[in-house]
């Protein structure tokens, strides 16, 4: 039996949730065209969407939203997250944003100039976009195992230095104005990346003074991977691995939505001066006043105490455990998933779970669809409906190589029991899989299909 430890925080407000009727999920998913995205949260049991934006905040959060301090300027809520992030990050100078992306686009548009590259482990979807925004090049260099879905490499989200290397050789570093690293890799599977790899790319940066930035968004899951698995650090605790990690670092981006436990918030951290002054500017522009960045001074205290309850060991030991835990369940009984697990999601392998339907029959979406009807569980498709593409010049479809259905655990939502029950529909699902069948579309969007299209059964 797969083990886990028990959850190290006790309920104090309850959020009543609902699990409808076989029939009544079959009228709620044709009225939504068989698409996830469209079925209103209330009629979903477990919301396995995201784990963006959904943690359940700590007392002393809510509390900390009481402390709010809503003064236009330098509220004292402000000095909670900056001393966060200097004691935490080591920064010298941040501005909040509202998420993410927000401080994303105010990075790149003050660093990144028209025809510039930009490479990093991979890029998280809105980064690249946000790169591309301003004209440049956006380039992914993961190691090969990081794309093989079987590979038991423990650290699968790192960069290839050998290609950073050609890289920097082909484009010259004066059009490399920075690198990345996404932490956990968020597109590869939540795979970690080690000391060693942070080290060995800050390395080959410094010799051409190329700064790093790191994609900071769950750096604390991250940083368990390191304390579990690499040489050296089992005696360290998660705040000292983050101060050598970022002591590589020139800066970072993060969202708050993510490993900062709060339902919105984010910033952008740096140590330049220079890039601080023109980030400045441009926050003002899209954001708001360099000391709230589109946030309310409450948001800023959440954000603060998030941060610090992320690094708590006993917190990551039983979130990164939720993760293994569902995934052994649903190994233990051959169900076939991306291995081994990353520090957020649980990815079913839909085109080994249904190798009767063929990929032009969205199997992964098919999936995604059984899961809702079966059990009340919504999960998302990472697979042909985002990702296939019609060849320009031979009008033929381009299927993705992987075909993947995940199940994003938002942090401190769900108990070991919900698990258990979502383990037990896909277990079952499994054991009947060849009578799911494919799905075509019956509306088609031009872009971003995944969001706006609707399906049937074949
Ligand atoms: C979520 C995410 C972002 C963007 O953050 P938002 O708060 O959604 O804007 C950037 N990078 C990674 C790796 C992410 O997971």
Not at 119 to 131: E, L, Q, V, Y
Not at 191 to 218: E, M, T, W, Y
Not at 279 to 308: H, K, N, P, S
Request: glycine letters at 8%; proline letters at 5%; charged letters at 25%.
């Amino acid at each position: 039996m797969p083990h886990m430890v028990p959850e190290p925080y006790r309920i104090k407000v309850v959020e009543p949730i609902h699990l409808t009727t076989f029939a009544e999920r079959e009228a709620i998913l044709a009225a939504a065209g068989y698409n996830i995205f469209f079925v209103r949260s209330k009629d979903v049991y477990i919301d396995l969407l995201t784990d963006s934006g959904t943690s359940a905040m700590s007392d002393s959060q809510w509390a900390g939203l009481m402390m709010g301090d809503e003064a236009y300027a330098f509220c004292r809520n402000y000095y909670s997250v900056k001393d966060a992030i200097s004691d935490i990050f080591g920064f010298r100078n941040f501005v909040p944003t509202h998420q993410g992306r927000a401080a994303e686009k105010v990075l790149f548009a003050t660093v990144v100039k028209s025809g510039d590259y930009v490479p990093s482990n991979t890029h998280f979807d809105t980064t690249r976009a946000n790169i591309e925004a301003v004209g440049g090049h956006a380039v992914d260099l993961l190691i090969a195992e990081g794309l093989d879905p079987t590979s038991h490499h423990p650290f699968k989200g790192n960069m290839d230095v050998e290609r950073l290397k050609d890289l920097v050789q082909d484009v010259g570093a004066s059009k490399i104005p920075l690198a990345m690293l996404t932490l956990t890799n968020n597109s590869g599977g939540g795979q970690p990346v080690s000391l060693a790899n942070i080290h060995a790319v800050k390395d080959v940066l410094s010799q051409h003074g190329i700064p790093l930035f790191i994609d900071a968004c769950r750096y604390a899951e991250n940083i368990y991977f390191i304390k579990q698995r690499e040489e050296g650090y089992t005696d360290k605790s998660p705040l000292e691995i983050a101060r050598e990690i970022f002591s590589h670092a020139d800066g970072c981006t993060m969202s708050g939505k993510k490993d900062a436990l709060v339902n919105i918030g984010g910033f952008l951290a740096m140590n330049d001066e220079g890039i601080y002054q023109r980030a400045c500017q441009l926050l003002i522009l899209w954001e708001g006043f360099v000391t709230y960045g589109g946030l309310a001074g409450r948001d800023l205290e959440a954000m603060a105490r998030g941060l610090w309850e992320a690094l708590d060991e006993r917190y990551l030991e039983h979130r990164v455990g939720q993760v293994k835990y569902l995934a052994d369940r649903l190994l233990e009984r051959g169900v076939p998933i991306v291995e081994p697990p990353g520090g957020h999601a649980v990815y079913l392998d839909a085109r080994r779970f249904l190798p009767h339907i063929p990929q032009a029959q969205l199997p992964g979406q098919s999936l995604v669809a059984s899961l809702y009807l079966k059990g009340g569980i919504r999960a998302v498709e990472i697979g042909s409906v985002m990702f296939a593409h019609k060849d320009e010049k031979t009008g033929e479809w381009q299927y993705p190589e992987l075909e993947l259905v995940r199940l994003a655990l938002p942090r401190r939502v769900y108990t070991q029991t919900h698990l258990d029950y979502v383990a037990d529909v896909i277990i079952e699902l499994y054991s009947k899989r060849e009578q799911l069948h494919g799905m075509r579309y019956t509306y088609e969007p031009p872009f971003l299909r995944h969001f706006t299209a609707r399906f049937e059964f074949v």
